[in-house]
């Protein structure tokens, strides 16, 4: 399911980024059960990088204290991450650096916008990171510009422009 580790999700992708102490049970989020099994969700980016930058012997040695169930996940999403072309590789490292250069209320703040969004159907997901990536290429007074428009309103339900509102407030200038 390569459209989790795209445009809001990459965004976010650092959002409650701790990598679990191993081989204790997590309670999954309410986000968590709403995602398709075996599907990355927004912890595994930062976990999975550093898992496929691991000499192989010393990742084995890891995933073996994890968990049967655990380690099976783990094992699946590394090697969807690992099959992503380089540059979406990159652009997600990128995108969890600026994460963590956020100060920690923008974090929570992202966090929050993007629960909100994963909360949505996944037809309207994909309809909406549509629209991230054309408001992350705007320049801020064209982005306010398309955030007022008629079209953005009735393309767009009032939950779904104040997540995108939420967002456009998070990004920064476009460089």
């Known amino acids: 399911m390569r ?3 795209k445009a809001p999700a990459l965004w976010l992708a650092g959002c409650l980024l701790v990598w679990p102490v191993l081989g204790q049970p997590r309670r999954p989020s309410p986000a968590a059960a709403r995602r398709p099994p075996g ?3 927004p912890r595994a980016g ?15 040695r890891l995933l073996e204290q994890l968990p049967p169930e655990r380690r099976k996940r783990v094992e699946d999403q590394l090697e969807r991450y690992n099959s992503l072309p380089p540059e979406e590789r990159e652009r997600l490292r990128e995108q969890l650096e600026r994460f963590r250069d956020l100060p ?4 929570e703040a ?3 916008v ?3 969004f994963t909360t949505l159907p996944e037809d309207r997901r994909q309809v909406l990171q549509e629209e991230f990536r054309r408001l992350r290429e705007m320049e801020p007074s064209e982005r306010r510009a398309r955030t007022n428009s008629e079209e953005f309103r009735s393309r ?4 779904e422009q104040q997540i995108l509102r939420d967002y456009v407030e ?3 200038a476009p460089r």
């Open 170 to 172: 998070l990004l920064p």
């Open 46 to 60: 930062r976990a999975l990088d550093h898992l496929s930058r691991m000499p192989p012997e010393q990742r084995r």
């Open 114 to 116: 993007f629960r909100r």
């Open 156 to 159: 767009f339900s009032s939950v």
């Open 39 to 41: 599907a990355v969700g």
């Open 104 to 107: 920690p209320e923008q974090q």
């Open 3 to 5: 459209h989790t580790l």
């Open 110 to 112: 992202a966090r929050q």
